[in-house]
Structure formats: structure tokens, C-alpha cells
């Protein structure tokens, strides 16, 4: 057999150039250490760079803000599944985090009273502090300042167009493995990398692709970061947890799963029908988006679904109502600038100007699960660190632990650059102890093999199609509502997917071969669904972005747990991991304001015209006050879903 | 109804350019409209193709929303954004011709960013980053990086008439690399010594070719002549 591999030497390989890897890049090559820099999409193209470019930084807003009270809020808002460890430090290092960005070139608005970042008027959802600030060209901002990170100085070498094939590790007597490097498939130069190097920071992004076109996320989504790392040894924790957006465009097909409206912006009178015009979920600007999005699949399966396999968002009695119906439409134009801009352009007049129905579906938004990790990003097992993957750290929504079942508002970007940071430093830390550590060539080698392998595989598949029998079978069956029978059935289609695997026809050129880029990430997509079944079989109840058809409701006062999972031996284990609970007190008010919140909603319903009129005209009046502006809501926030607030 | 006109209403003809080993390769491709009214975009072309026809066909896409900046081709000889531009019957779909073509529709794009390495954010900032940008700041920074103001630009045109193109990076600059330097030079948070090096770094670029060149045209709308080229003339002290 004969392999061409180039051999590289780096103290720290970082994957994926959105804010997580970026931060980490930047941060480990300051503390010394040589850094590469490697993803398959172009420099700084990420879900970073498409976000609405919302970002927590603590006390922004509210001179009495506390990293108790951020911390706390994360907490509460991910059902008591995050680790306070690690909510802890999201919330020490918000604003140095924040400040790395400004010094890359994000210029955020002065305030004049506080001289500093101007946060939005009103603390965002599920925040108890004003602490959100929001940026003009919204993501492109921070991309430009990714960017600038890593193109500045000398000090970081990047490979742009570069596939992860897998990490190379050794294996201790005790099962401990540890990180040799990886092998990567350099697409753009037609090359073999063989990259020796003692730490690795996971930051490849989420799994939203496995739900294409059902997502307004990057396609480069394609679980990278979960399947390499699960390959590698690590463990995974709350890798059911998936945030779907439920009021996404079903057509035309060029704005399919963009995103066109968040439970609050359907706004107080908003209800969902079904395709015969019954109402099928009311008071939807109150609801979870977990139960906005099992309303409209349960109509599906019903049989009650519209044409593209939706419901339709009626917001036609906000706009008839005589005097609050002039706010609305503002109020839906300007609270979510970037959603109505695709409604705009993807339905005709009469239904942008809401006097008609929607159409919508749910779309993958963010994935709260992932590897898990320490507060330094450090992968971790029940013994802590000594028995996670040793030398691999991982950041941004490849991590698991910091938002459990739900994420609040603004914190996504946030989260990239505190635990990029982070790990970044302390993968830079740990390699300065390898300095003249010899290289097991084998070891490489074996991996490299499997790629050599693959080259010029005979077959009558095609992974680029085959890619598309998964998208849909994940949406089907692990998609916004799941029940163990699908969930089975899931596990048989990938079982079946594997021995197509075999039979996937693979060029053999090493100069940009699409079919072997397609078949890698295949492979990344199956893996990390099949991770995904385990972990949403164990989690026999709903909680946050997991809804079981079959399942009662997980209580908030039951004992919280994570779902853990883990590849042992090509087998996968899973477990639960328990959880420390918010005090009882806490709970109980929260679930009283919860019911007293419903209760209200259904007495301004029941109101006669004139009445409900003028509450919901001053109710529009508070929130878009003297400028007659609603403030912008992120997706995927808690404010965007009131229903998901969970603040005292 | 007669069957062309039926066909029209059902299907879509285009050329999709193909690319392997330094040949070109026309492939027609009849893409089926999902309803008689709609108008696809460049990618959803692309993404038909690749199912129905063309299972290994290399395009690049990411946000779908005219976000990431990574999907731009060629149309009809003419750059667009693939996940935004409506296409018509006979167009033709090629890699961008303004760089060099890897696979298919993929072209490399990191000799640019390549061109600046090292070469921002010299000469230190200010300690305070509590000042606020102007308005020019932030139309720069609404930059999507899709490469499409590279057409017909004189000065990135001679990197493949004077110099090799497979060298690491670009001698020569382009509209997107002066908009980088000029994002510098309006950075209020920038020491005097900083925006005076990103102005001697466009000079390198070759600045000059600027002042015979009508203006380049950006792929979202901003203002290259005006808030680029103009003012990176007027402090480089080549044009009043």
C-alpha cells in the first residue's frame, strides 16, 4: 500500500473558523503555543457570521448585574441540565470575551450614560438584567472580526477547504486515551495531512444539516464536531436536546426552513390552524416552541397538515383589532428585522401584510448538546478530567453542558468566545509538556489507511444522495417530535445506511473529490444521529427542545438529569448524569407565574373587542415606547418564546 | 395546450460548467419547477443537479440567505450570490472566472486573504475601545466577502497576467482587500501610526491601477468608489 501523507508539527489544531474556533486560535497562539487553524468552509463563514449578532455582556445594561444572576438565569432557563461549573464561567468572562472581539474591530454603539457597550432597552427573555447588545450588520460584524483574528498577525497558520478524517489517539492500560492529532483531507491541495499534534480544539458547529432543507442554519452543520469526537473516545452529554425555530417558510424551495417568525411575534391574538381552518394551538405568542412545533407536526400526522407539510400562523385578528392593529405590523417588522425580510420576499403582499395565512414548518436552529467538557473546555468523563479524552478541548455549539435544554437570548456568540478562549488556553497550557515528544508514526498511519481505503471504493451509492434519505429520515423520526417506536425505527435506517456505506462509489483523485467529501460527511451525519437515538431514547419524557409523543412531561421539580452518551468498543453506551436542582422555592414561583400567565391570556381572548382593543394598544405602547420601535429579538431566544420564560 | 409551452411551465433548461483536471465540460441540465410559478435561484438549480444528475457536482453554499458570502458563481459571465439569483431559461452556470478554479464550481479563495496576512492591524490600537464608528465604518463592515467586486478589476486582473497564480497569495489586491485596509483606516479605535500602515499596505496592492479604472461593483451594494477607492486615493496622496 502506498500513502502519501504530509507530516505536520503543531502544539494546538483547532477545527472550524466560526467564533469558537477563532477565539481559541487567537487565544492559544497568545499564550505561545503554534497554532493550525483548519475548516472546510471558507475563513470566518459560520453560523457566527449569520446570527443576528445579539451579545451578552454582563452589566451592559444594569449596573446591579451579578455573575450570580447570569449564571442563574442560564441555569434556570436550560431546566437545571447545565452545569453550574460552566455557567459560572460564561458568566466571569462575558465582558473580557466580549472586549477580544472589540479589539478585532467590533464597534458596538456608546452608550452616553454608562460610556460603554449600549445593551437593548429591555433585558431580553429569561434574563433578569439588561445585558444584550446588539450590533449593526448584525453577524457580519463578528465574522469581519473573526476574520481579522486570524488574518492580523503572523501567528496562526489556517487551511482553508480541509476535512477532519479523524483524530489520531493512543489508548493507556486504564482506557484513558489520549491525542496524538489527526488526519486531515486537504481538498484544496489534493494532500493527505498527517498533523502531529498533542491538543485539539473541537469548534465545527452544530448538527442542524441533518435536518436540510428544515433549518436556517450553514450547511456545513453536518455533526463534525460530535461524530469525530465520539469516534475519538469522548464522551457526549444532552445530545437529544435540539432547538427547533417552529415558524420556518416551507416554499418556495429557494427560502425553505428560513426563518419567518418567532411564538412572540405572532403576537397576542396569533393562533395556529390546520389545513381545514381548526384552530390547533391558541395564545401562541405564550407557548414553548417545543409546543408550538409538536402542534403543527402532530397536525401533520394527522393528516390535517397543509400542502408542505406544515400549519398555517394566523395573525390576521392582531391586524383587524381597530386600534391596536396599527402597532403590529411594526411590531412584527422590527422585532425580527431578518425574519420578516425573508416573508417579504418569499410570500406574496397579502400575506406579508398578515391578511393572510402562513404557511410554516419547524427548522434545526442550534444544538444545546455536545461534548462534555469541563469549564475549560477540557473533554471530561465522571472522573473528571482523568478519564476524558486527554488533549481534546472543545468549544461553541460543539460543547455540551452550558445551555441543557434551553438557550437564552444573545448568549450563543457569547458562548463561542468565552469557552474558544478558554479552550484555546488551556489546550496551549497542556502541549507545552510535549515538546519533544516522539511521534507513533503507526498510528497515523492505520488511520491514514482507512482513507487510502476509501479511494477509488466501487459502488452504485452515492453518498451525496444518500445524504438526503438521512436528512429526510431525521426529520421524520428524530425531528421536533419523536416516540420510541420511531426513534427504533431510526436506529434500523441507520443500520441499513452502513452496509450502503460499503457500496458508496468514491473517486479516487485527491484534488477537491466531492464524492469523498460527501461520503465523510455522510458518515459524520449517521453517526451523530445514531448518538442522537440513544440519548432521545433515554430521555423517556419532554423537556426543553426534546418532545416524546409517547412521554408524559419531565416536572420541573423532578430530579434533573443529563443524558450521557459514548462509543465503547464500536458499541454505544448510555447513562444518566444527575443534576443539582434550582431550590424548591424558585420552582414553585415559577410555576405559579407560569399559570397565572395562562390564565391571563385566556381572559384577554375571551374579552369582548373594545376591551382587549385597548389592553393590547398600551401593551404595544410599553414595549415599543417614545420611539415607536419594538426592540429586535433574537431567534432561538427565550424572549422570542415568552412561554419558555423561566425568570422570577 | 402545445408541448413546448407545457414544458416551459414544468422545466427549467440550463448549462451547468463542469471542471475537472483544467478542462471545462458543458452539462445540460433540465431542472423540474416544484409548482408552474416558481423562480429558482442559481443554488436550487445546483441542488437539483446534484441529486438528479450530477451526484458528484462541487459548489460551494452555506446560509441560503445572501449571509456567508461563499456561494458566488458565474452566470452567464457575470459574478452573483447562486442562493439569491433568479435564473432563466438558457443560462449558463460556471465557477467564477476571477479565480482559479479548483473542481467543478469551486474556486480557491484563500490567496486573498493571503494577501494580507500580517499586513492589518499594524501599528497598535487605542486603549479605549469605548469610541464609537462612524457611519462609513459600519458600511464597510456590511462586507459578505463574496468576491463578487473582483470582475473586471484591473488591478487583480495582473495577478494572472504578470505573476504565476498558483503562488500562496495574490501580489496584486482587489476591492475586497482595499475594503479590509479602509475598514482600518476608518476604525476610530486606530492609532494614526495603524491607518497610515493599512494606506502604504494598498499602496503595495497596487493602489495606482485605481486611478484609470472606472470603479468596481460590489455584490451587496456598497459604495466601493465612493467609500473605498476615493478616500484610499485622496490620503495616499495619488488623487485630490
Given at each position: 500500500m502506498n500513502i502519501d501523507l504530509e507530516w505536520r508539527h503543531f502544539d494546538v489544531l483547532v477545527i472550524g473558523s466560526g467564533g469558537a474556533g477563532t477565539n481559541a486560535a487567537e487565544s492559544a497562539a497568545k499564550a505561545g503555543a503554534s497554532v493550525l487553524l483548519v475548516a472546510k468552509?471558507?475563513?470566518?463563514?459560520?453560523d457566527t457570521k449569520i446570527s443576528e449578532g445579539i451579545a451578552t455582556v454582563r452589566a451592559s445594561g444594569s449596573e446591579d448585574d451579578t455573575e450570580e444572576a447570569l449564571s442563574e438565569n442560564l441555569k434556570i432557563a436550560g431546566s437545571d441540565l447545565p452545569v453550574e461549573e460552566i455557567t459560572s464561567a460564561f458568566a466571569k468572562d462575558s465582558q473580557t470575551a466580549y472586549d477580544k472581539y472589540r479589539e478585532n474591530g467590533l464597534r458596538p454603539e456608546i452608550s452616553s450614560i454608562t460610556k460603554g457597550p449600549n445593551s437593548l432597552p429591555l433585558p431580553m427573555g429569561g434574563h433578569t438584567r439588561r445585558r444584550s447588545v446588539g450590533h449593526k450588520n448584525s453577524g457580519l460584524a463578528f465574522g469581519h472580526a473573526n476574520w481579522n483574528a486570524i488574518v492580523k498577525e503572523n501567528k496562526i497558520e489556517y487551511l482553508e477547504d480541509c476535512w477532519v478524517i479523524d483524530l489520531v489517539t493512543s489508548e493507556n492500560s486504564d482506557d484513558i486515551r489520549t491525542v496524538e492529532g489527526a488526519i486531515v483531507y486537504d481538498a484544496q491541495k489534493g494532500r493527505i495531512l498527517a498533523i502531529r499534534s498533542p491538543s485539539v480544539v473541537m469548534a465545527a458547529g452544530g448538527l442542524s444539516t441533518l435536518y436540510f432543507p428544515k433549518t436556517d442554519t450553514m450547511r456545513g452543520n453536518t455533526g463534525d464536531s460530535y461524530a469525530i469526537a465520539a469516534r475519538a473516545g469522548a464522551e457526549l452529554v444532552d445530545m437529544e436536546q435540539t432547538q427547533f425555530l417552529p415558524f420556518c417558510l416551507t416554499s418556495p424551495p429557494s427560502f425553505e426552513g428560513l426563518l419567518g417568525g418567532e411564538p412572540v411575534t405572532a403576537s397576542y391574538l396569533g393562533v395556529l390552524r390546520d389545513k381545514n381552518n381548526k384552530v390547533i394551538l391558541d395564545g401562541v405568542y405564550l407557548r414553548t416552541r417545543a409546543e408550538c412545533s409538536a402542534a403543527i407536526m402532530k397536525a401533520v400526522e394527522n393528516g390535517r397538515g397543509t400542502p408542505n407539510g406544515g400549519a398555517y400562523l394566523d395573525m390576521r385578528a392582531n391586524k383587524k383589532a381597530p386600534k391596536s392593529g396599527t402597532y403590529f405590523m411594526k411590531f412584527l417588522q422590527n422585532s425580527l428585522p431578518s425574519a420578516y425580510n425573508n416573508v417579504r420576499q418569499a410570500m406574496n403582499k397579502k400575506e406579508a401584510q398578515c391578511d393572510e395565512l402562513w404557511e410554516v414548518r419547524p427548522s434545526a436552529h442550534y444544538m444545546m448538546g455536545g461534548i462534555r467538557v469541563d469549564e475549560n473546555g477540557q473533554s471530561i468523563g465522571d472522573k473528571n478530567s482523568n478519564?476524558?479524552?486527554?488533549?481534546l478541548y472543545a468549544a461553541g455549539q460543539a460543547m455540551g453542558g452550558l445551555f441543557g435544554a434551553n438557550r437564552l437570548g444573545s448568549t450563543s456568540l457569547t458562548e463561542g468566545a468565552v469557552f474558544g478562549s478558554r479552550a484555546g488556553f488551556a489546550a496551549a497550557l497542556y502541549s507545552r509538556n510535549f515538546n519533544n515528544n516522539e511521534i507513533n508514526k503507526d498510528l497515523f498511519l492505520k488511520e491514514a489507511y482507512k482513507l487510502n481505503d476509501l479511494l477509488g471504493q466501487r459502488g452504485t451509492n452515492h453518498a451525496s444522495q444518500l445524504k438526503i434519505q438521512v436528512q429526510k429520515e431525521c426529520w421524520n423520526n428524530l425531528g421536533p417530535i419523536r416516540d420510541k417506536k420511531r426513534l427504533k425505527k431510526t436506529q434500523q435506517f441507520i443500520s441499513r445506511c452502513r452496509k450502503d456505506l460499503k457500496k458508496v462509489r468514491i473517486g479516487k483523485n485527491l484534488l477537491w473529490n466531492q464524492s469523498l467529501i460527501e461520503y465523510l460527511e455522510l458518515v459524520n451525519m449517521i453517526d451523530t444521529a445514531e448518538l442522537m437515538t440513544y440519548a432521545a431514547l433515554e430521555r423517556d419524557g419532554s423537556v426543553g427542545g426534546h418532545v416524546r409523543a409517547d412521554c408524559k412531561d419531565i416536572s420541573i421539580f423532578s430530579k434533573p438529569y443529563s443524558t450521557k452518551v459514548k462509543v465503547r468498543k464500536s458499541h454505544i453506551e448510555v447513562s444518566k448524569i444527575d443534576r443539582k436542582r434550582t431550590e424548591l422555592k424558585k420552582l414553585v414561583e415559577f410555576k405559579f407565574k407560569e399559570q397565572k400567565r395562562f390564565l391571563e391570556a385566556k381572559l384577554l381572548r375571551l374579552l369582548p373587542m373594545r376591551f382587549k382593543d385597548a389592553i393590547i394598544e398600551k401593551r404595544y405602547k410599553k414595549i415599543m415606547g417614545s420611539k415607536n420601535q419594538a426592540p429586535p429579538i433574537e431567534p432561538g431566544s427565550i424572549e422570542a418564546a415568552v412561554g419558555e420564560q423561566k425568570v422570577l | 395546450m402545445n408541448e413546448r409551452l407545457q414544458n416551459s411551465l414544468e422545466y427549467l433548461n440550463v448549462t451547468i460548467i463542469t471542471h475537472k483536471e483544467g478542462t471545462d465540460l458543458p452539462t445540460k441540465f433540465k431542472y423540474k419547477k416544484r409548482s408552474q410559478k416558481e423562480k429558482p435561484m442559481a443554488l436550487d438549480i445546483l441542488l437539483q443537479a446534484q441529486e438528479k444528475q450530477l451526484p458528484d457536482l462541487a459548489f460551494r453554499y452555506g446560509c441560503r440567505a445572501r449571509n456567508c458570502g461563499v456561494c458566488t458563481i458565474d452566470i452567464n459571465g457575470k459574478p452573483r450570490i447562486a442562493c439569491r439569483a433568479v435564473v432563466r431559461e438558457g443560462d449558463e452556470l460556471k465557477a467564477m472566472s476571477t479565480l482559479p478554479v479548483i473542481t467543478d464550481l469551486i474556486v480557491r479563495r484563500d490567496q486573498i486573504s493571503r494577501q494580507l496576512k500580517g499586513k492589518i492591524y499594524e501599528g497598535g490600537r487605542k486603549n479605549d475601545l469605548n469610541l464609537e464608528a462612524s457611519e462609513d465604518y459600519h458600511e464597510l463592515t456590511s462586507c459578505i466577502e463574496c468576491y463578487a467586486c473582483l470582475d473586471k478589476c484591473p488591478m487583480h486582473e495582473k495577478n494572472f497576467s504578470e505573476t504565476k497564480s498558483d503562488q500562496d497569495c495574490f501580489q496584486w489586491g482587489n476591492p475586497f482587500s482595499l475594503l479590509k485596509l479602509q475598514t482600518i483606516a476608518t476604525?476610530?479605535?486606530?492609532t494614526v501610526a495603524r491607518k497610515e500602515a493599512a494606506v502604504s499596505a494598498a499602496l503595495e496592492l497596487g493602489l495606482e491601477t485605481c486611478l484609470d479604472c472606472p470603479g468596481c461593483k460590489c455584490g451587496v451594494g456598497i459604495d466601493l468608489k465612493g467609500k473605498v477607492i476615493k478616500p484610499l486615493l485622496q490620503t495616499s496622496k495619488l488623487a485630490d
Open positions: 468552509d471558507p475563513l470566518s463563514a459560520s478519564n476524558g479524552v486527554q488533549g | 476604525d476610530p479605535v486606530s
